[in-house]
């Protein structure tokens, strides 16, 4: 069930080429992270919206984070659309208006790219924008469903389980089911829901792997901020790529405060950039 969790203290941090406990080991966290990842690598990554963050899109916890402006038990709970679907509604148009103007950024490049090269990739965002999809990233796992998904709220025998809508604005808020009339909801998991199990179980199967990137999450939002520990269980090498420490980084092998859109960059530039060819 999607809940949030507390904070835990913090152990070692890296800035890349700072002074930290990582760089007396004679080579910097991003050399570290690019030495690991080899051709037949199973690499795992676990995105969240920090990485959509320099798309535009805000971030939920950020200094301008929808939770700071919007309160998540009014709008993104199945009691809040129980009590009041025309105000969840007017909430997911604005945001599904609002990322259909956004472009996926360098981050969304490059993991597209490395999904592209490397066979045994998997990524699975929190993310709901579609932005990975929209980069042509292959085997995302959508952990918190898609702003771009309805389904009906009667779950009528006629409607399919989910399906894509991307009509930017709905021309009536809220919409209905084109089968059965009543409301349609957002394909999206909202706080108090279960994750899909097929989609839990793919996540699970993606934590036995080499290398686990967690980028651009606050790592309080469970079970998404367990799957690093997964992962680690299975002696992945774990990697934290973000603008600040967060709960995770004590468990770590390695944590990077630095744009993921910049980070990724220089990552793929130390591997051989661009030129190198895909699988
Ligand atoms: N590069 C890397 N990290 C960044 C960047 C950036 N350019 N900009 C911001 N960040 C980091 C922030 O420091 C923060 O730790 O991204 C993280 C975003 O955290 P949240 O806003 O909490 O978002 P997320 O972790 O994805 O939230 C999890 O909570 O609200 C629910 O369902 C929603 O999927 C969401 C879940």
Same mark, same amino acid.
């Given at each position: 069930?999607?809940?949030?969790n507390?904070?835990?203290?913090?152990?070692?941090?890296?800035?890349?080429?700072?002074?930290?406990?990582?760089? +007396?080991?004679?080579?910097?966290?991003?050399?570290?992270?690019?030495?690991?990842?080899?051709?037949?690598?199973?690499?795992?990554?676990?995105?969240?919206?920090?990485?959509?963050?320099a798309?535009?899109?805000?971030?939920?916890?950020?200094?301008?984070?929808?939770? +700071?402006?919007?309160?998540?038990?009014?709008l993104?709970?199945?009691?809040?659309?129980?009590?009041?679907?025309?105000?969840?509604?007017?909430?997911?148009?604005?945001?599904?208006?609002?990322?259909?103007?956004?472009k996926?950024?360098?981050?969304?490049?490059?993991?597209?790219?490395?999904?592209?090269?490397?066979? +045994?990739?998997?990524?699975?965002?929190?993310?709901?924008?579609?932005?990975?999809?929209?980069?042509?990233?292959?085997?995302?796992?959508?952990?918190h469903?898609?702003?771009?998904?309805?389904?009906?709220?009667?779950?009528?025998?006629?409607?399919?389980?989910?399906?894509?809508?991307?009509t930017?604005?709905?021309?009536?808020?809220?919409?209905?089911?084109?089968? !059965?009339?009543?409301?349609?909801?957002?394909?999206?998991?909202?706080?108090?829901?279960?994750?899909?199990?097929?989609?839990?179980? !793919?996540?699970?199967?993606?934590?036995?792997?080499?290398?686990?990137?967690?980028?651009?999450?606050?790592?309080?939002?469970?079970?998404?901020?367990?799957?690093?520990?997964?992962?680690?269980?299975?002696?992945?090498?774990?990697?934290?790529?973000?603008?600040?420490?967060?709960?995770?980084?004590?468990?770590?092998?390695?944590?990077?405060?630095?744009?993921a859109?910049?980070?990724?960059?220089?990552?793929?530039?130390?591997?051989?950039?661009?030129? +190198?060819?895909?699988?």
């Amino acid at each position: 069930m999607m809940r949030r969790n507390p904070p835990k203290p913090d152990a070692h941090l890296c800035t890349p080429l700072d002074g930290g406990s990582l760089a +007396k080991a004679g080579r910097d966290p991003l050399h570290r992270l690019a030495d690991r990842i080899k051709a037949d690598s199973r690499i795992t990554v676990l995105t969240g919206a920090g990485v959509s963050a320099a798309s535009g899109i805000p971030t939920f916890r950020g200094p301008d984070g929808l939770w +700071k402006n919007f309160r998540p038990e009014e709008l993104a709970t199945p009691e809040a659309f129980e009590r009041d679907p025309r105000l969840v509604w007017e909430w997911y148009d604005w945001r599904r208006q609002f990322i259909a103007r956004c472009k996926p950024n360098r981050a969304h490049e490059v993991l597209a790219l490395w999904s592209q090269r490397y066979p +045994k990739f998997t990524l699975i965002t929190q993310n709901v924008d579609g932005l990975h999809e929209r980069a042509d990233t292959a085997n995302v796992v959508r952990f918190h469903g898609s702003i771009w998904e309805v389904l009906c709220w009667n779950g009528c025998a006629a409607s399919p389980k989910r399906w894509r809508d991307e009509t930017v604005p709905f021309p009536k808020i809220p919409p209905h089911c084109p089968h !059965c009339g009543g409301l349609i909801r957002p394909g999206v998991v909202w706080f108090g829901e279960g994750i899909d199990p097929v989609v839990l179980s !793919c996540s699970q199967d993606a934590l036995d792997c080499d290398i686990f990137l967690s980028i651009g999450t606050s790592s309080i939002v469970q079970p998404a901020a367990s799957l690093i520990h997964g992962a680690d269980a299975n002696g992945a090498f774990t990697v934290e790529i973000n603008v600040e420490t967060t709960a995770a980084a004590s468990y770590l092998d390695l944590s990077i405060q630095s744009p993921a859109e910049k980070t990724l960059e220089e990552v793929e530039n130390l591997l051989g950039g661009l030129g +190198k060819k895909n699988r």
